[in-house]
């Protein structure tokens, strides 16, 4: 007996020397990472100036999540000093990154998700992002290049240990850093199916997977980000209503830090109604595809 219970002493104490070297290794993996440089080539980008592409950038930065993590006045905010990150979301005004950012850096930042010194941008969404074609990336830089600057002092990202962990696996590098080519063209914003498939395997794919056929969620815990057919079948008034207010028309009341539905509602009801058109199609597509 006190064998055995000696060598299974033994089995544990070997377990725990191999999950801490393997955490003590994985963290410097990590940090390497968190501190890689990544060399993003991009095309030079002709921004407008006239007030109906500044408008359209604004616009899109609502519609797009800008306000939800960097704030209203994109003057930056912690977004939580709990678990493995600080997350800091920048204050993107001429106050803060604002100021330093050139157009390339914009698109650099914003597409490929490189920062100005050309590290991963670990929680900026810029899987989604890459998809955004040229001419709506020049009209957001137009409107964050002419954003009020705002005084906001923040504390900078801070990785903690298992933090580093995780970014030594491809929890930000897989839906982060983007070096392929980026859209050249986007259909024109409106009611239409091609508009609803631009936004939806633009945006929507960045959670619900390629063909928006649901996907596991990234962050451990989270629920299973389901599939969008069924969300096509709806109504058109139970469309709109779940995407303005959240509520499904089972009663569910949406976590907008899940399903970002804030940003949804200031689609246009045109906009949203092209995407409720494109999900409507996905149903048939997969019929036809099996």
Known sequence: ???????????????????????????????????????????????????????????????????????????????????????TAPNLTPAGVGGQYDAETWDRAIRHGVGADGTALFVMPSGAYHGMSDAEAAALIAYLQTVDPVANDLPPMEYRFMGRVLAAGPLGLEKGVRTEPTTASSPEPGATVEYGAYVGEMMCAYCHGEGLVGAEADQPGAPYVPDLAPAGQWTPEQFHTALTT??????HEMDPQVMPWTSTARMTYEEREGLRLYLATLADMRAARS
């Open 1 to 87: 007996m006190r064998t055995a219970l000696k060598w299974a002493g033994l089995v544990v104490a070997a377990l725990i020397i191999v999950v801490v070297v393997a955490g003590f290794v994985a963290s410097r993996v990590g940090a390497a990472n968190i501190a890689a440089a990544h060399a993003v080539e991009v095309e030079p980008v002709d921004i407008p100036t006239d007030s109906a592409s500044v408008a359209r950038g604004a616009h899109l930065a609502g519609i797009y999540g800008c306000q939800d993590c960097h704030g209203a006045d994109l003057s930056g905010q912690v977004m939580s000093e709990e678990g493995p990150f600080r997350l």
């Open 246 to 251: 959240g509520v499904t028309p089972r009663g």
